[in-house]
């Protein structure tokens, strides 16, 4: 188990505790599925199944131990967990994650402030990091057949230490089908381990986890017994299929949902697209047209033949060498470049090129024209007036100064005569 979340053994073995059997945790994690956790990925993340999950502690443990060992790979966490349980209200108390203080005492501190929210009252809540993890679903495993599929670890440590021996076999065969190959098993110390050693590989005698592999040990079994066991086999094959067709008609469900949701939102973005009087163009990161929307038809002359043809090949005024440059540079540096553009329909279009980012990975170009005419004629209209506004001012200009200047000139004159005549009256005064 993690330096970082060191415990205390815990001081009764009841089931409601957290970091229980820690040297089974440390080879489960450390040893069991640490290659799984280093091949984990966003498409195959690592998949746990906890059945009988209880108040949570068995979730939030294992959690925690994961998520410490994707941190000591340098791996980016691709983790889920199921947790299912007969009882609703131990599901709700899993979903909320709080937890008094005596639940929490095998945590140091370290653990706790990173894994817990401050204390309130007196309860800690686990961190949202660690409750987003979680899927939980009512389900009784020891009755029903698994829900889930391809799964890598199975934690069945909190359910009955001691079974019926059909009810054992039958859970450990459905263990087998909703493990992947190389899936775990892992039960209590004190389980009865009698039917997952005969289904499964051990990973050591002294640790109760059990490996899935193509060739299971099996032991030695009269003729009845082999009988017995090709029937329950069989029931058991009945139960899993009709489980399949269950998970296959959820999982068909769940792609109409997405398919609508997804239908939905195209017709959102072309609605806006066309509120927006604008044409849009989607490449992919080979500048191949994904898809267009808008006028592009009328504009661009695009047609569905056109898709997933490259953008250099299209024929159109509007798509020519600058463009393709321009395009190239910001699928290049991620750089957002915009334009006023002159068709020669003689109408304007404001170009904007924009990198298509799909969760911080470069996932192509989107280019959009909107037409600018109707401004651009504004524009030139306000400067025709402009122009006229400041010509007439500058000729009531030129014309005003014009007439100031004459007048001033007639009365300069004017003054000069009445001068000269009074000196010339004053001369005869004189004589």
Not at 219 to 238: D, F, I, K, V, Y
Request: glycine residues 6%.
């Amino acid at each position: 188990m993690p330096s970082s979340c060191a415990h205390r053994p815990p001081e009764c073995p009841e089931p409601s505790r957290f970091f229980r059997e820690p040297n089974v945790l440390e080879a489960l994690t450390g040893r069991a599925l640490a290659s799984r956790i280093h091949a984990a990925s966003a498409t195959e993340p690592l998949r746990v199944w906890v059945p009988a999950c209880g108040a949570g502690e068995e979730v939030y443990t294992l959690a925690i131990c994961l998520l410490e060992q994707f941190q000591a790979q340098g791996k980016m966490p691709r983790l889920q967990i199921f947790a299912t349980d007969a009882d609703d209200q131990a599901l709700a108390l899993t979903r909320a994650g709080c937890y008094a203080p005596s639940a929490l005492a095998g945590l140091d501190r370290p653990c706790l402030e990173r894994y817990f929210e401050p204390p309130k009252g007196r309860c800690r809540q686990a961190r949202a990091l660690l409750r987003n993890l979680l899927s939980t679903a009512v389900h009784d495993a020891l009755r029903h057949p698994p829900i889930f599929s391809r799964l890598d670890l199975i934690s069945a440590r909190n359910l009955p230490a001691h079974l019926p021996r059909e009810v054992a076999r039958r859970f450990a065969a459905s263990a087998q089908f909703a493990l992947r190959t190389e899936g775990w098993l892992l039960l209590s110390t004190q389980a009865d381990a009698s039917a997952a050693r005969e289904q499964f590989a051990v990973l050591g005698e002294d640790l109760p986890i059990y490996r899935k592999s193509p060739h299971n040990p099996r032991r030695t079994e009269s003729p009845a017994e082999e009988l017995e066991a090709a029937h329950s086999a069989l029931s058991e094959l009945n139960i899993q299929l009709n489980s399949l067709r269950e998970e296959r008609a959820l999982l068909g469900m769940e792609l109409q949902h997405n398919t609508r949701r997804l239908e939905a939102g195209n017709d959102d973005l072309a609605g806006l697209i066309d509120m927006l009087q604008a044409t849009a163009v989607f490449l992919d990161p080979d500048l191949r047209i994904r898809r267009y929307a808008g006028g592009a038809e009328a504009l661009l002359g695009l047609g569905q033949a056109d898709l997933g043809r490259s953008l250099a090949a299209l024929k159109s005024p509007l798509i020519d060498a600058a463009l393709l440059a321009a395009v190239r540079h910001a699928a290049a540096t991620g750089t957002l470049a915009q334009k006023e553009v002159r068709c020669v329909n003689q109408r304007w279009y404001l170009r904007r090129i924009q990198p298509h980012d799909l969760a911080g990975a470069a996932d192509g170009v989107v280019i959009t024209w909107v037409d600018i005419t109707p401004i651009k004629s504004l524009q030139e209209e306000v400067a025709r007036i402009a122009a006229l506004e400041q010509q007439r001012i500058g000729q009531e200009l030129h014309d005003g100064i014009q007439q100031e200047l004459t007048a001033l000139a007639l009365l300069g004159q004017n003054l000069r005569d009445a001068l000269a005549a009074g000196a010339a009256a004053g001369a005869r005064e004189r004589q």
